[in-house]
């Protein structure tokens, strides 16, 4: 089953690889792909995986399904999104370093 949800606050290849990570960690996620260009993240799941648990894992990481924060929530996850974003592009760097070696 899929399942495409579009998301505020991202940015980058860091917030993709931050997201990826995150999400392949609930059980029932079989894969991951992010479209920075349309802010959208389609997640390839089991039928029994929990659609609140990943919604809220991406609202944790600083990217909230879009139109459902507002006011001090939406700064905050803004907030979270860097750090996750700066997270996601080191962890991407080291593994690119751990590919040339």
């Known amino acids: 089953m899929k399942t495409n949800v579009v998301v505020d606050n991202l940015k980058c290849g860091g917030c993709a690889s931050t997201i ?3 999400i392949m960690s609930i059980s029932g ?3 991951v792909n992010v479209n920075n260009d349309t802010d959208t993240i389609e997640i390839t799941h089991e039928d ?3 659609l609140q648990i990943i919604k809220n894992k991406l ?3 600083g990217y909230p399904e879009r139109g459902t924060v507002e006011g001090l929530d ?3 996850t803004n ?3 860097y750090v996750s974003c700066a997270i996601g592009k080191l962890t991407k760097e080291e593994e690119e370093d751990q590919v040339k070696k």
Do not use: N, P, R, Y
């Open 20 to 22: 990826k990570k995150g």
């Open 29 to 31: 996620v079989l894969e």
């Open 48 to 50: 029994t995986a929990d």
């Open 59 to 61: 609202h944790s990481m």
């Open 74 to 76: 939406k700064f905050v």
């Open 79 to 81: 907030a979270k999104s």
